[in-house]
């Protein structure tokens, strides 16, 4: 089993960077695909980065793209969520969560396996 606790989020004004990060224990995380979830209120959960095992490999959705940069330390067990350039449309809880399996480009949250408790990002305009 993998414990996932994310931490950073907060309150930022548009045009701000935050980085998020998201510590696992239970398990390495290093044979485990690392995502990155968020969800706005009312709305649904939508994906958001994902990153392969070794790093070597991110996606990252449209919405994101260029502003947003997902990294991971598996010496640290820890990955991390780089944003810039937020704006208000960003506001939302951040979750991260892991996926164990051959395919690590997963955008699906029902394919991912654990999941922290998230962390509250606010933009203001």
């Known amino acids: 089993q993998v414990q996932l606790v994310e931490s950073g989020g907060g309150l930022v004004q548009a045009g701000g960077s935050l980085r998020l990060s998201c510590v696992a224990s239970?398990?390495?995380?290093?044979?485990?695909?690392m995502g990155w979830f968020r969800q706005a209120t009312g709305k649904q959960r939508e994906f958001v980065a994902v990153?392969?095992?070794?790093?070597?490999?991110?996606y990252h959705a449209d919405s994101v793209k260029g502003r947003f940069t997902i990294s991971r330390d598996n010496a640290k067990n820890t990955v991390y969520l780089q944003m810039n350039s937020l704006k208000p449309e960003d506001t939302a809880v951040y979750y991260c969560?892991?996926?164990?399996?051959?395919?690590?480009?997963?955008?699906?949250?029902?394919?991912?396996?654990?999941w922290g408790q998230g962390t509250q990002v606010t933009v203001s305009s």
């Open positions: 239970g398990r390495t995380i290093s044979t485990y695909a």
């Open positions: 969560a892991s996926k164990y399996g051959r395919n690590w480009l997963s955008v699906g949250r029902d394919e991912y396996d654990y």
């Open positions: 990153i392969s095992y070794s790093g070597s490999y991110t």
